[in-house]
């Protein structure tokens, strides 16, 4: 199986800057896709950003260019950097890796609070 473990979450204020990882335990290259999901308080979970393991990105329109998603295959990390942050923002985001063989991941997820 696929073990994925997010970091980089935390409090910070409103117009701040984070940079998530999720270090995944296989090699990045055998995978379809990856991507960071969130879920708000009592909201339904939606995509952030995706990323194939060809290297295409696609993200989430209601975005508008604040975040940027790279995988890094030294480190078999998936990263997501998150710039201008607003209190909607605030979340619990989730790293999700599609291994073409043995399926869907999640992580645990990490908290993100943006305070204004």
């Known amino acids: 199986q696929v073990q994925l473990v997010e970091s980089g979450g935390g409090l910070v204020q409103a117009g701040g800057s984070l940079r998530l990882s999720c270090a995944a335990s296989?090699?990045?290259?055998?995978?379809?896709?990856m991507g960071w999901y969130r879920r708000a308080p009592g909201l339904q979970r939606e995509l952030v950003a995706g990323?194939?393991?060809?290297?295409?990105?696609h993200y989430a329109d209601s975005l508008k260019g604040r975040v940027i998603i790279s995988g890094d295959i030294n480190n078999n990390t998936i990263d997501l950097q998150m710039n201008n942050l607003e209190p909607e923002d605030t979340a619990i985001y989730y790293c999700?890796?599609?291994?073409?063989?043995?399926?869907?991941?999640w992580g645990r997820g990490t908290q993100v609070t943006v305070s204004s």
């Open positions: 296989v090699s990045l290259f055998s995978t379809n896709s």
């Open positions: 990323i194939t393991g060809s290297g295409f990105t």
């Open positions: 999700a890796v599609n291994h073409p063989n043995w399926g869907l991941f």
